[in-house]
Nanobody, 123 residues
Framework: VQLQASGGGLVRAGDSLRLSCAAS????????MAWFRQAPGKEREFVAAISWSGTTTVYADSVKGRFTISRDNAKNTVYLQMHSLKPEDTAVYYC?????????????????WGQGTQVTVSS
């Protein structure tokens, strides 16, 4: 599976943004997917994950109620809709995929990674 993240940009606090992650490969529809982010000087952290069917989603407490992860298996794409953005959401956002299994929160559980897309939220 190859992943290509897009949709990042510079926005103001309170704005919304939608990230997309396009995947190639026949196994996408069976792959749990996730978004992680990494701010300068900080470790990569979990943001959200979704099961292969889309029926199960998991969120970090810091984004719960503001971000929504979804997927369209027909388009081989996973999305991260972000609302009420805050300056502390500023980071490079990465999409990731597991070969199989359930949606997990640990970065080490994921087998494939995209190149990242920068999200900058100004105050």
């Amino acid at each position: 599976v190859q992943l290509q993240a897009s949709g990042g940009g510079l926005v103001r606090a309170g704005d919304s943004l939608r990230l997309s992650c396009a995947a190639s490969g026949r196994t996408f529809s069976s792959a749990p997917m996730a978004w992680f982010r990494q701010a300068p000087g900080k470790e990569r952290e979990f943001v959200a994950a979704i099961s292969w069917s889309g029926t199960t989603t998991v969120y970090a407490d810091s984004v719960k109620g503001r971000f929504t992860i979804s997927r369209d298996n027909a388009k081989n794409t996973v999305y991260l809709q972000m609302h009420s953005l805050k300056p502390e959401d500023t980071a490079v956002y990465y999409c990731a995929a597991r070969k199989t299994g359930a949606a997990r929160v640990g970065a080490g559980e994921y087998d494939y990674w995209g190149q990242g897309t920068q999200v900058t939220v100004s105050s």
